[in-house]
């Protein structure tokens, strides 16, 4: 059995010392950007790599990106090697923030081919509420071959959006707070708003009270009320800098819509020409 949206801290204790899954820590803040790696150091999962988000799962920002350009894959495919992933791999992701960091790797290996890879359902804090152990021994990595299949239709730049947008063939949904999507206050990005015509709906509704992603049935529920009648292939997320977005796209796979898209740019992106409309 393979996993390929979310795994529960129990399943995965059961396969924490297999030897064809691989575990990566994907901690991050925003505020701070070694937080993460400085976390890792202290305790993390058994067996599990780092993956830093601005380092490993980005590439270096331009005068025309976003906040996190999606990573040279090259370069990832290489480092995803080097970590012990092959082919053949379950890879497991997490973070300490319900899901919203360690979705962009989920991502990012579903873009390169492999579908085999799930997010730790709740995390690290979940993963100890059970009861199961942290470690600071770094783990003894096998370094594998890692062969890419690049699936570059599972994301829109921003002139396939203003396209899209032109000929309403796309349906658009912003990842972040309605405080951000309204443009009533915007903590990151020097101008506040959202892409025309998107929909907002704030990641942490993809979660209940616990920190654990809503039923497959309830997210389901609530994603067909937003969008409609929608084809779940013509919906395409997007957030400040296409890491957070990544959470609504793994809660409606984990809903069976499958096969929505990411806006890699995001607004970050969309706000750097300003003859790009903005509501």
Not at 62 to 88: C, E, I, Q, Y
Not at 158 to 172: D, F, G, T, W
Not at 196 to 222: I, K, T, V
């Amino acid at each position: 059995m393979s996993y390929c949206t979310l795994i529960s801290a129990a399943e995965l204790q059961q396969h924490i010392n297999d030897p064809n899954w691989v575990i990566i820590d994907c901690r991050f803040s925003l505020a701070n950007s070694e937080a993460g790696s400085t976390a890792y150091r202290h305790g993390h999962l058994p067996n599990a790599r780092y993956a830093h988000l601005n380092n490993d799962l980005s590439s270096a920002i331009t005068d025309s990106t976003g906040r996190h350009p999606l990573p040279d894959f090259r370069t990832l495919v290489k480092k995803l090697g080097a970590w012990g992933v092959s082919n053949h791999s379950q890879v497991v992701a997490y973070d300490d923030a319900g899901g919203a960091f360690a979705g962009r790797l989920w991502w990012l290996l579903r873009a390169l081919g492999h579908d085999k890879v799930a997010v730790l359902n709740g995390g690290i804090k979940q993963w100890q509420q059970q009861g199961y152990a942290l470690t600071t021994t770094l783990p003894r990595i096998k370094p594998a071959d890692f062969r890419a299949y690049l699936n570059t239709h599972l994301w829109l730049t921003a002139n396939q959006v203003e396209n899209s947008i032109a000929r309403k063939s796309i349906k658009l949904i912003d990842a972040r707070t309605a405080e951000r999507y309204r443009g009533e206050q915007e903590p990151i990005d020097p101008i506040a708003g959202h892409i025309p015509y998107a929909l907002n709906r704030p990641l942490p509704l993809n979660l209940n009270a616990q920190g654990l992603f809503l039923s497959s049935e309830q997210l389901r529920s609530q994603f067909r009320q937003l969008i409609g009648s929608t084809d779940p292939e013509k919906v395409v997320h997007y957030c400040g800098s296409g890491v957070t977005a990544c959470h609504n796209l793994l809660a409606m796979e984990h809903a069976g819509l499958t096969g929505s898209k990411l806006y890699a740019g995001s607004w970050s992106e969309w706000i750097r020409n300003k003859n790009r409309a903005v509501a």
